[in-house]
């Protein structure tokens, strides 16, 4: 039995349904909130602090190295400047701020890039003196920026491996390559020369968040240059450049190195950046990906000649198919041993595939995936040598299935694509330092503090266990913590703790500068005349994992 979609209706309605699926994948991409790799886990001063005189300088650190693309500072008037006194320091920046700073306050916004090529952005607001309305940090806030990202290195996926791919298949199937194949392998590639700067152009636009009209302006082709995703744009021109030549070549050793060149550089174009080439360790996460990549290629470059032959009944097809048939299994292992390597990088556990948007996609991909292996398969094993024994019917529905493949691979191709904006598992859990612990105690009560830091998915918290004198939960009205900094200025910066069950409170959104010594005042009102206030000091190391200091506390009667 064959599988069949007869019918120019059928037809219509199978290409509606991809098109649909592109539509939703773009209104996925331009969601309200987009990932990336690096993550701020603390700064000085703190979000939210009230500082008694202003800082000389601010600290960011990340979860990872990263490089500045631009840091802006809000005074309370709404006034905006840009600061460009910057230095890395381990993983962080370090940024001289302005003196004469009025009282009021401020938002510092940042926007740098980390290794895998991908910018992101925040902010923090403090205050000298005294708090006032926050003023708006600046945005630059492009309409559809990550929909147009999507569709641009979609169509660059695309051309990349359906034109460097027929370029290698005129190596591989040389008798098939030819013709409309070739045709449509050429057009892949102007198709990539085209999305290449449309992706450089986006890169820069996202690296500054600027707006749709900065386009022109040399600071966003500037901040893109300096990004590592440039280095694989430039790379995948010259695998495309190489390519071409392969399209147009007529001796087969000529073809042969050309169609080489151009698969070298296409590995390596994806090996150069991207989450997947920046996992650790680097010695087997970029080879992989270079597999990865040329497997892929190779398989979709090998379509349109397949289908081609198939549909126009071509005594090609014969010969064609037996050396696809033969070199397919070793270039389906490829695929497989280093997708598990990647997936083995980046998942740390069945519950990150869907317990993060990452996890999710590689499902939602990998699901694909297995449809596309079996109707690979179906032409593999049950149509293959029917159609190489002249059967017409057979040969047909090889050709339909090959359709089919080829426009589910642009689906992968569209869902892989949304992993520019989301961080694998292994970069969140990198962001999550454990939690810093203490234990403050008085005759009347004691509570046990556990502060994790702001991550790529969560923000910081400090979560309190409240016991009485007997270790039981203590009953409590309200809590509030007070945070002091001396060494770092910041005067009382004061939370109010929500409940969370019989005496457990959590304080959410708390941003806590690294390698700081806190002290502690939390004020426990039991009754409207009881309050009881422990005292005590919470350190902060600057590298993991971090420990628990020896407190003191106090007890008072109101």
Not at 387 to 412: H, T, Y
Not at 476 to 481: E, F, L
Request: glycine fraction near 8%.
């Amino acid at each position: 039995m064959f599988l069949k979609i007869s019918g120019l209706g059928a037809r219509r309605r199978a290409w509606r349904g991809i098109a649909l699926v592109l539509f939703l994948l773009a209104m996925a991409a331009g969601g309200p909130k987009a990932y990336a790799h690096a993550a701020l886990t603390a700064s000085a001063p703190a979000d939210g602090a009230v500082l008694a005189a202003f800082p000389r300088q601010a600290t960011l650190t990340f979860n990872e190295p990263v490089s500045p693309l631009i840091i802006r500072l809000t005074a309370p008037d709404g006034t905006t400047r840009t600061l460009d006194r910057i230095a890395p320091v381990d993983d962080g920046l370090r940024i001289d701020l302005p003196d004469g700073a009025p009282p009021g306050t401020y938002a510092l916004s940042w926007r740098v890039t980390s290794a895998d090529g991908h910018p992101v952005g925040g902010a923090l607001v403090f205050s000298l003196g005294a708090a006032s309305a926050a003023p708006a940090s600046a945005q630059g806030a492009a309409p559809l920026r990550q929909p147009a990202i999507w569709l641009a290195r979609l169509a660059l996926y695309a051309a990349l491996f359906f034109g460097v791919g027929g370029a290698m298949s005129r190596a591989w199937l040389p008798q098939a390559a030819r013709g409309r194949a070739a045709q449509h392998a050429r057009l892949a590639v102007w198709l990539g020369l085209a999305a290449a700067p449309a992706c450089l152009a986006l890169q820069g636009l996202d690296a500054l968040d600027a707006p749709w009209r900065a386009l022109a302006a040399a600071a966003v082709w500037q901040a893109a240059l300096g990004t590592t995703y440039f280095i694989t744009l430039a790379l995948a021109v010259l695998a495309l450049a190489a390519a071409r030549i392969a399209l147009t070549a007529s001796g087969a050793a000529g073809i042969r190195l050309a169609a080489g060149v151009a698969a070298l550089l296409l590995g390596l174009a994806f090996a150069a950046s991207g989450h997947a080439s920046a996992a650790p360790p680097q010695w087997l996460a970029r080879p992989a990906v270079w597999l990865h990549t040329l497997a892929i290629a190779a398989w979709l470059g090998a379509l349109a000649p397949l289908f081609w032959l198939a549909r126009g009944n071509d005594a090609r097809l014969a010969p064609a198919l037996r050396r696809f048939s033969r070199g397919i299994r070793w270039v389906v292992a490829a695929l497989l041993g280093s997708g598990l390597a990647l997936a083995w990088l980046q998942i740390d556990g069945p519950a990150s595939l869907w317990g993060s948007a990452y996890g999710r996609i590689l499902l939602c991909k990998l699901a694909l995936v297995a449809v596309l292996f079996l109707l690979a398969g179906w032409n593999r094993y049950r149509l293959t040598a029917a159609a190489l024994s002249g059967q017409d019917a057979a040969r047909l529905a090889l050709g339909r299935i090959i359709k089919l493949e080829a426009a589910l691979a642009l689906c992968v191709l569209a869902v892989v694509a949304l992993w520019r904006f989301t961080p694998p598992p292994r970069a969140l859990h990198a962001g999550q330092p454990a939690a810093v612990s203490a234990h403050f105690h008085s005759a009347a009560a004691m509570a046990r503090l556990a502060f994790t830091a702001a991550s790529a998915d969560r923000p910081g918290r400090l979560q309190l266990t409240l016991s009485d004198a007997n270790a039981a939960p203590l009953q409590a009205q309200a809590v509030s913590v007070a945070f002091f900094s001396p060494a770092l200025g910041i005067e009382a910066l004061s939370r109010q703790a929500n409940p969370l069950g019989p005496g457990q409170w959590e304080i959410p959104s708390l941003q806590l500068p690294a390698a700081a010594r806190w002290t502690l005042r939390i004020d426990i009102l039991v009754s409207d005349f009881d309050r009881i206030r422990l005292e005590g000091e919470l350190s902060l190391p600057a590298v993991s994992p971090p420990s628990s200091d020896k407190n003191h506390s106090g007890t008072e009667k109101q």
